[in-house]
């Protein structure tokens, strides 16, 4: 289970290591925290793109 919270609202998509969007982009509000399972995703790596104030951040993410 990842938690993601954030200061100011955000965009996120989720994409697999092959530059396949996972599903919908998620909206997360200030402050509020997003609670995402894993649980269904093979293994292998993953990237969290956040977009906020038209800035955009990756992050990788390793499910075992």
Do not use: C, H, W
Not at 39 to 59: E, H, P, S, V
């Amino acid at each position: 289970l990842l938690t993601i919270t954030t200061n100011k609202m955000a965009q996120l998509k989720i994409y697999a290591a092959t530059g396949q969007q996972t599903r919908p982009s998620f909206y997360i509000n200030a402050r509020e925290p997003l609670f995402l399972s894993f649980r269904d995703y093979a293994a292998g790596m993953y990237l969290l793109q956040f977009t906020i104030d038209n800035k955009t951040y990756i992050r990788r993410l390793i499910v075992r």
